[in-house]
């Protein structure tokens, strides 16, 4: 699947501003089931799936970047959001640094191998310090999500 694909311009939020980790994790989960989410996907279900997920243990994976992710049982496709905080939150990062890029993903219920294979491809695509810093300054979701496109080139398609 191709990043743009899994994550529209509609999914992407710049320069937001959130104060914790939990209030993050509230507003992506409203981001992404929007617009066009599936009527059983409900905001509710997301958070209690990222909550849940953050309880094992912290989806940042240092420099300020963290990919909260979970699996949703009646979800017929991977989905994606991407968040660029104006001022970083404490996620528990084993770096203890904030984390500002938020990359969110959703799998189907039982796409365990696609789903570990995506967040790998999303760790390796975020591991790049110039791609992170161009994300930074991107200017609009556009730009966002053809940054991401460009990069992908470099580490292998990001499927789902």
């Known amino acids: ?3 743009d694909a899994l994550i529209p311009p509609q999914r992407v939020r710049l320069d937001a501003e959130c104060t914790s980790k939990k ?23 997301v958070f209690e799936t ?3 997920r953050e309880k094992l243990g912290s989806t ?15 979800l017929s496709r991977p989905r994606g959001a991407f968040v660029r905080l104006k ?12 984390v500002d890029l938020v990359f969110a993903l959703l799998v189907p219920e039982g796409a365990d191998s696609e789903h570990l294979n995506t967040l790998a ?5 975020l591991s790049q310090p110039s791609l992170c ?9 556009e730009a966002v999500l053809a940054l991401l496109a ?3 080139a470099a580490v292998g398609s990001v499927t789902a």
Not at 60 to 65: D, K, Q, S, T, V
Not at 121 to 125: G, I
Not at 133 to 141: D, G, I, K, N
């Open 1 to 3: 699947m191709i990043i």
């Open 60 to 74: 940042a994976i240092g420099r300020g970047i963290a990919i909260p992710h979970g699996r949703v049982e009646g």
């Open 23 to 45: 209030r993050l994790l509230e507003s992506i989960s409203q981001l992404i089931i929007e617009p066009d989410a599936p009527s059983q996907l409900d905001s509710t279900r």
């Open 150 to 152: 460009v990069n992908v």
């Open 121 to 125: 491809q999303l760790a390796r695509l």
């Open 87 to 98: 001022q970083g939150v404490d996620f528990d990062a084993l770096d203890h640094q904030p």
């Open 50 to 52: 990222l909550i849940a």
């Open 133 to 141: 810093a161009s994300l930074r300054e991107a200017p609009t979701p």
